[in-house]
Structure formats: structure tokens, C-alpha cells
């Protein structure tokens, strides 16, 4: 295996997981090619004409592996800031802390009324979360019919762009906050709050560049030499094993690590004597697409909060975020201005106007309350990004299929993993995805096997047992952000890794964890007791 070449499709977190530990390694020949002229995938920031930088999509900087959490503190050094968490949900005119389902007695009386009831009667029937046949039944036994009707119905079709009878619950498991009866009751009865939800109430961010920079930085650490750009792939034979390109060169390869969409690969890309039951196979995978759109407002930001859920109809998108609060180099003045990040989902099942879509969220975010009619005229900029492949949908027949498609590609030499290239949303956060690109090659070179790729969520019995905190002692969702000192001859630049120690030693972290695990898009998810 030494001597073999490796091509690498891909410069997402996942390709440059894979090229990074090939050179770590001291494994050369292998070369990384990018249909885009940057570095990151979808994991990439842009800064535009008028001074903002825009992530597609809302990212945070976490991890569950010591791994991604040493390439971080290697590329990054100091610049980065940890930045406390303030999540909430926006409905019914009013503001429910995160996560909705232990904060409904924010809601007017009727509904709060209507939540608690359909919650108690699920938790007291007779069906079991494990038996049910997809997610839209595993939300009706675990948490009613009033939380469904008010936010986890109309909130999972915004994010998912698919009916949730169409997706199965096995991407579930630990990371749906399932609320105890009693507890819930408790909040509404005594007006309690769980508003330090999760271990994830701290979060890094770098300091300049967005997201985007980190995974830029794995380029010069790998070697821009091994980079070819702007490189746009017609087929793989997969017989002579080779790559050809739009520009008429060609790459052999004995190893391929594919981090293109699965079924774009099989259907579109590869020829060959592919039997028709691996092409039908992949082409039965669903997905959801993206518009990314970025709001510049010349205002001092209004709010502390870090990102909102958005489940009703009065508004495209399904998620904001204050991009602007975390940090203070993503606009052309912190003082003077700020950002909103707005995501809307589209599908075959839901469609939306690429032409409207900026006018449609500029009116979604007066609507629910972010801005106000007046404050249009003080919009100093727009970004719009289209993400074809956003989300890969967790259908019901996927699992099935990844078992046909999964290993016959393997066994022609073709390792398709990442967010689209395995197609496992549950393990496609950025720092899963890299790992896969990184235990990849611990299996073909060293022969270690993969764990992030098993890793395997399970619904439990009562739907309870899923997921299981405490009171955080640090602010969290609904919670503003206390101000905290940091002693002024530590400049911005180099907080870092000693400021985000100080703050965890300042503010307690409640729960032992140092690290934050948060998953990148969900209403009340979160992973807890991994090992």
C-alpha cells in the first residue's frame, strides 16, 4: 500500500482529513483535486465586496475527537475566540428558549396547554419509539400531537425539505432532547426554565476568515503543490482506474476517496459494467439543497443571541444566526455594523424562487420580529450562496441502500465518504467528516479500522434515556450572555486557547465537559455520553 497512489476528490473537511493524514504519515503520492478554485467544500467562508464574511451555513467550531482538536490548535494557534451560546425559538410572537421542548410555557396558554397534554397521553400509551417505521411516527409517540402540530412538524419539513413519514428515525437516537413528563410539567406549573441545556454552551470560532479559515490552512500545511484546482471531473473508468477531467487530463489512481454525492458519483460520473441494482440503488437517495443568505445591516447588533429557530409559515427560513457575534472581524466595523445568516431549505417537495429568495427572508425577518420596516433602509448588504447538496436526507430506504452501494464501490478500489459521500447525516458535523477523510487512511495504510463511519444511533425503549442533562451553570439557550472581564493587556488576537480556559474555569462549566459537542443544525439535538 505504500506505493500506491491515492486521488483525492474533494477538498472538503473530509479530502483534506485524508490528504492531512497522508502526509502526516510520510505517504507522497497522492493529489487532492477541487472543482472550485478555493479550499474547503462547503465548509468554506468568502468575504465580499463590501467587507463581510459569510460561512455557508451556520458552523461552529466543536469536536468529539482529540484528533480534530489537535489540528485545530495547530493551524489555528491563538486565533480563535470561544464564544458563549444564546439559542432560541422564534413562534406565536414571542421568544422560547432553547430547546422548545422544555420551554413551553413560553407559549400562550392554549398551546402550552396543548403540548403538555399530547405529551403526556404519548408518554403514557402503549407504542414504544423503537417500533416505529419513520421519524414522523417517532415524533408522534415521543412527544404528542401539540408539540408535533406547534414546532417539530412544521419546524423538521422547513429544515429537511421532506415529509418526516419519508425519513427514518435511526439518525435520531441520543440526539432528540426527549423531556420527562414530570419535568415538563414542573416548568410550566412553577414557571421554570431550562435554559443551560446540553454540554455545548461554550463554542470556538476563529478570530478572522469565518469558518472557512481553519479548513484553508490545511492547504500550506499539506502542501499547495498537492492541490489542483478548478479541476472538474467527467467519468472514472473504472475498469482502467482513471480519472479524466473537463480539461482532458487524466489521473490513474490505485486508491480513489471520493467526497462527491454518492448518487451523482454512480449515476453520472463512473462508467463501466456497474450492475443496475447499484444504480437504482444510489439513485433512490434523497437530498435537500440550500440557500445560504446573508443580511448586512450598518446598525450596532441589537441582540446577543447565537443562532434562532424558525418553525412557523411566516418566514422561509428555518435557522438565523448573529454571525457578527462570533467575532468581531466579520463585518467592515463591529461597532457600526452587523450580520444575519439565514438558511431556507428547498426540495421537489418545497419548492423556492432563487430569484425571490432575498426579498422573501429581508421580508421573513420583519415578520418575525428581527428587523423592523424602517431598519430595510439601513441594509448595506446582500449574499446569496446556492447549495444544491445541503442536507442528505436520512430516508427510510437509505441504510439499505448504503449497505449495496457502500462496499461494491469498495471493492473496485473507490471509497466514497464524507457529508454526501456516505450519506450519513448523522455523522457528517465537519469534525466528523474529516475523520472520515483520517480513518480512511488509518485503515488502508495502517490497518485500523473505521469508527466514525459504524457509529450507529439507537432509539430507546421510553424515549427518554436518549438524551439526559442537567442544568448547565453557564448561560445557554435562552440565557443572555453575562459579561465577562478579560484582562486588557490580552489583546483579541490572542485570547485563544487561554481565554476559552479562563472563561471554563470562570463560569464552571456545570457538566465536566471542556469541550463543547453540538451538532450543526438542529432543534434541541445534541450528543451526550459518547466514549
Known amino acids: 500500500m505504500q506505493d500506491k497512489r491515492f486521488v483525492i476528490i474533494g477538498s472538503g473537511p473530509t479530502g483534506l482529513g485524508a490528504a492531512y493524514r497522508l502526509k502526516e504519515l510520510g505517504h507522497e503520492n497522492f493529489t487532492v483535486y477541487e472543482k472550485s478554485p478555493y479550499i474547503g467544500g462547503l465548509a468554506s467562508s468568502f468575504r465580499d465586496p463590501a467587507g463581510f464574511t459569510w460561512d455557508i451555513g451556520g458552523h461552529v467550531m466543536f469536536s468529539h475527537y482529540k484528533y ?82 406547534y414546532f417539530m412538524g412544521p419546524y423538521n419539513f422547513k429544515v429537511w425539505a421532506h415529509p418526516p413519514k419519508m425519513m427514518n428515525k435511526e439518525w435520531i437516537g441520543e440526539r432528540v432532547a426527549v423531556i420527562d413528563t414530570d419535568r415538563a410539567l414542573e416548568n410550566v406549573i412553577c414557571g421554570k426554565d431550562d435554559v443551560g441545556w446540553g454540554p455545548n454552551n461554550m463554542f470556538k470560532y476563529p478570530l478572522y476568515g469565518g469558518t472557512g479559515e481553519f479548513y484553508r490552512r490545511f492547504g500550506p500545511a499539506i502542501g499547495l503543490d498537492k492541490f489542483t484546482l478548478n479541476s472538474f471531473v467527467n467519468q472514472i473508468d473504472l475498469h482502467k482506474k482513471e480519472v479524466h477531467f473537463r480539461d482532458g487530463s487524466i489521473a490513474p489512481y490505485d486508491n480513489l476517496i471520493s467526497a462527491m454525492p454518492l448518487d451523482l458519483l454512480v449515476n453520472r460520473i463512473l462508467t463501466g459494467n456497474i450492475p443496475d441494482e447499484i444504480r437504482e440503488a444510489a439513485s433512490d437517495l434523497r437530498h435537500s439543497g440550500d440557500f445560504i443568505v446573508g443580511i448586512g445591516i450598518k446598525q450596532p447588533c441589537p441582540s446577543t443571541k447565537s443562532w434562532m429557530y424558525f418553525p412557523e409559515s411566516n418566514c422561509p427560513f428555518y435557522r438565523v444566526t448573529y454571525l457578527s457575534n462570533y467575532s468581531p472581524h466579520m463585518t467592515p466595523d463591529n461597532a457600526t455594523h452587523y450580520s444575519l445568516l439565514c438558511e431556507v431549505s428547498y426540495s421537489e417537495f418545497k419548492s423556492v424562487n432563487k430569484a425571490t429568495v432575498i426579498p422573501e427572508t429581508i421580508r421573513g425577518l ?38 449495496k452501494v457502500i462496499p461494491w464501490l469498495e471493492s473496485h478500489g473507490i471509497y466514497s465518504r ?66 465577562v472581564e478579560i484582562p486588557a493587556k490580552v489583546s483579541a488576537r490572542k485570547t485563544g486557547l487561554a481565554r476559552s480556559a479562563r472563561l471554563t474555569k470562570a463560569l464552571g462549566n456545570g457538566n465536566g465537559h471542556s469541550e463543547p459537542e453540538i451538532a450543526e443544525e438542529e432543534l434541541g439535538i445534541t450528543s451526550t455520553n459518547r466514549n
Open 68 to 149: 480534530y482538536d489537535d489540528c485545530f490548535e495547530k493551524l489555528m494557534g491563538n486565533d480563535f475566540q470561544s464564544n458563549m451560546r444564546e439559542c432560541w425559538v422564534r413562534m406565536m410572537n414571542t421568544w422560547v428558549p432553547y430547546p422548545f421542548q422544555n420551554n413551553i410555557r413560553h407559549l400562550p396558554k392554549q398551546a402550552a396547554f396543548e403540548c403538555i397534554s399530547g405529551l403526556i397521553k404519548a408518554q403514557n400509551g402503549s407504542r414504544k419509539p423503537k417500533d416505529c417505521a419513520n421519524f414522523q411516527e417517532f415524533m408522534d409517540v415521543v412527544f404528542g400531537e401539540g408539540i408535533v402540530k
Open 366 to 403: 420583519i415578520n418575525a420580529g428581527l428587523i423592523s420596516e424602517k431598519d430595510q433602509e439601513d441594509i448595506v448588504d446582500t449574499w446569496l450562496f446556492d447549495a444544491p447538496y445541503g442536507y442528505p436526507t436520512p430516508s427510510v430506504e437509505r441504510d439499505g441502500i448504503l449497505q
Open 418 to 483: 464524507g457529508r454526501f459521500g456516505m450519506w450519513k447525516y448523522e455523522v457528517s458535523n465537519t469534525d466528523h467528516t474529516l475523520m472520515q477523510g483520517v480513518e480512511l487512511v488509518n485503515r488502508l495504510l495502517l490497518g485500523e479500522p473505521e469508527t466514525t463511519i459504524g457509529i450507529k444511533y439507537e432509539s430507546t425503549n421510553d424515549g427518554r434515556q436518549a438524551a439526559v442533562h442537567e442544568r448547565s451553570a453557564v448561560a445557554g439557550s435562552g440565557c443572555p450572555k453575562p459579561h
